[in-house]
């Protein structure tokens, strides 16, 4: 299929929005992106990961540890990929190209792929957020109904009670198949991905190579073949529940709409901008810890919006959006407590299954 169109406004939103945005940089003389803050907490973040991993593999603490150990080490993955991968991959890391590129890397090491990543995520997700048979974040087939434009099935009534499972298993699903798919297929979901050159099919071989040798050779090397299906799967069904969430509780939720384009123009109703407000809510953007350690991406409208400015700018530019969205009335998505994103999800996936 084609993918749609957004309709053209007379209206300056957008583009007095990007103006206030860019004066409230000039004017304060700082970069959009994050640079040292941000390399201090990726060197942490990274360091303890590191650290961890050798704890686990090398020195084999009691299984109580261990299992504690497996779950913290995904919430470092996760994190990782918040604060670094996620910056770096969109260029708001650093001012640095290189340091962008490298910051994008960390998730070949963790086991995907950073430019099948750019392609499903910068490309696809954040040009056509929520649009069903485009989009393919809502692709979570059979097992889950996202929309109100995807069929239904007879399991779906009890999605609201089983989600939490098919969430944690995203990661594995996503390392071991999903950009294998892409690689084959050439394409993510019905988005061609742009060709790739002699350099992008050796590193996508290369770093998988890798991550197969440490997360799975040499941990059974050193402890054991039933000690590590047991860490891994720990691991990364940890590593899969936080990643998803994080996504989930900012676009699939009661008060986010799923537009479809119009049949005879392959049009959306709205432009690009006013679509983002529509399709995507922040979330517990008061919880300090929380924004920390996810990057900021509570704060998902903002990084929508501006995804090459760094979300440790997303809490001060959130002020300027919500008075420039109060002055055209256009709306802007907000759970103020983290209780109330996930509730809303919960009802949205429920109500989505009867």
Request: proline content about 5%.
């Amino acid at each position: 299929m084609a993918t749609p169109k957004f309709s053209k406004s007379s209206i300056s939103f957008h583009q007095d929005l990007k103006q206030r945005i860019n004066t409230y940089f000039q004017e304060r003389s700082i970069n959009k992106t994050g640079d040292t803050p941000l390399i201090v907490k990726a060197a942490l973040l990274v360091t303890s990961f590191i650290a961890l991993y050798v704890l686990l593999v090398f020195f084999t603490p009691h299984w109580a540890i261990a299992v504690l150990g497996c779950i913290v080490l995904g919430a470092l993955t996760a994190s990782i990929g918040f604060n670094v991968m996620h910056d770096g991959a969109h260029g708001s890391f650093s001012k640095h190209p290189w340091v962008n590129s490298l910051a994008g890397l960390s998730i070949n090491f963790l086991g995907a792929n950073v430019f099948m990543w750019k392609t499903k995520h910068n490309v696809v997700h954040h040009s056509f957020t929520n649009v069903e048979g485009v989009d393919d974040d809502l692709n979570a087939r059979p097992f889950l109904r996202l929309c109100p434009n995807q069929k239904k099935f007879k399991i779906h009534r009890y999605q609201h009670l089983y989600f939490p499972f098919t969430y944690s298993l995203l990661y594995l699903y996503w390392v071991f198949f999903t950009d294998y798919k892409k690689y084959v297929l050439r394409r993510v979901g019905q988005v061609p991905i742009q060709p790739m050159q002699f350099k992008d099919h050796i590193s996508f071989w290369s770093f998988k190579l890798i991550h197969l040798l440490l997360f799975i050779a040499l941990p059974i090397y050193m402890v054991g073949f039933s000690s590590f299906i047991v860490g891994f799967l720990i691991y990364g069904l940890a590593t899969g529940l936080i990643l998803t969430s994080v996504f989930q509780l900012a676009h699939s939720l009661e008060e986010t709409e799923f537009p479809l384009p119009d049949v005879k123009t392959n049009s959306l109703e709205d432009e690009w901008a006013v679509h983002q407000f529509k399709t995507t809510a922040n979330f517990a953007t008061g919880y300090k810890v929380l924004s920390w350690f996810i990057g900021g991406l509570n704060h998902q409208v903002e990084h929508h919006l501006f995804p090459k400015i760094s979300h440790i700018h997303y809490p001060a530019i959130s002020q300027i959006i919500k008075k420039t969205c109060a002055e055209y009335n256009v709306p802007y998505l907000e759970h103020p407590k983290l209780r109330m994103a996930i509730a809303s999800h919960y009802r949205h996936l429920r109500e989505l299954g009867r």
